[in-house]
């Protein structure tokens, strides 16, 4: 089991920035697949960002790019994803994912994860 707890979430004008974290717990392997995804009221959970954590390869869905950044302590056991010039479209669930294997190329497939934070709600006002 590796339990996900999530914490950074909040309410922020345009133009701001938040840091969500995602502390792992449990028995966890040296190279892991994690993701970032998010879910708008009335829109399907989409992919905004992966990891392999052992080899530090990052992934971005093209909405986010240049403007999130997905970083992985191994010492914490702890994964960030930095939200920068955030826009309103932002608004919604952040959910951060795991699952103890390399990530092939199922960095944004949400079926392929087996581990799940709690989820954070992240508001972003114009």
């Known amino acids: 089991q590796v339990p996900l707890v999530q914490s950074g979430g909040a309410s922020v004008q345009a133009r701001g920035a938040l840091r969500l974290s995602c502390a792992a717990s449990?028995?966890?392997?040296?190279?892991?697949?994690m993701g970032w995804f998010r879910q708008a009221p009335g829109k399907k959970r989409e992919g905004v960002a992966g990891?392999?954590?052992?080899?530090?390869?990052?992934f971005y869905a093209d909405s986010v790019k240049g403007r999130f950044t997905f970083s992985y302590d191994s010492a914490k056991n702890t994964a960030f994803l930095q939200l920068n010039s955030l826009k309103p479209e932002d608004t919604a669930m952040y959910y951060c994912?795991?699952?103890?294997?390399?990530?092939?190329?199922?960095?944004?497939?949400?079926?392929?994860?087996?581990?799940w934070g709690q989820g954070t709600q992240v508001t972003v006002s114009s």
């Open positions: 994912a795991a699952r103890n294997i390399g990530c092939g190329n199922r960095y944004f497939s949400s079926t392929f994860y087996n581990y």
């Open positions: 449990g028995y966890t392997y040296s190279n892991m697949c």
């Open positions: 990891i392999s954590t052992g080899r530090g390869i990052t």
